[in-house]
């Protein structure tokens, strides 16, 4: 299960519909092994696609190198769908790097960046498998 705050929630929403029609992207790190999405850092998204999503090479090495610095990992790797439902495709399968992380996806197929609910869901895929789990908003991180 994921537990987020409601700001963090509130601002990868945000996110996405700012960036619609083109994929968003980004990084929410916590302390090593808490499982507590922290620190959200936006990304640009280096394709520029709205249907495909990849981190700024440069900008991902900086950032690791501050977790590191931290003791941080992502908690949370999250990027938008601005035309399909948010459930992972088989290239965001295929990226799934971190075991540990909630892959989290935001559809803004029925709004785009205007007014309405998103579909905001959250999934562990580990060695291909796929597993969605429960999103539960707080107003602050226990």
Excluded at 30 to 40: A, V
Excluded at 55 to 78: A, C, G, H, R
Aim: glycine share 6%; aromatic share 8%.
């Amino acid at each position: 299960m994921l537990t987020i705050d409601q700001a963090t929630y509130d601002a990868i929403v945000r996110h996405a519909k700012r960036d619609h029609p083109d994929e968003a992207c980004g990084i929410v790190a916590g302390p090593e092994g808490s499982d507590r999405p922290e620190r959200l850092v936006e990304m640009v998204n280096a394709a520029g696609s709205p249907t495909f999503y990849e981190f700024d090479s440069t900008e991902l090495l900086e950032l690791y190198k501050q977790m590191w610095d931290n003791d941080e990992e992502p908690v949370v790797i999250y990027h938008s769908h601005t035309a399909t439902e948010a459930y992972p495709s088989r290239t965001d399968i295929g990226l799934a790097s971190e075991p540990g992380a909630h892959y989290v996806l935001v559809s803004t197929r029925e709004h785009g960046n205007n007014e309405g609910p998103v579909e905001f869901r959250s999934y562990r895929i580990v060695d291909g498998a796929v597993t969605e789990e429960e999103v539960t908003v707080v107003a602050a991180l226990p």
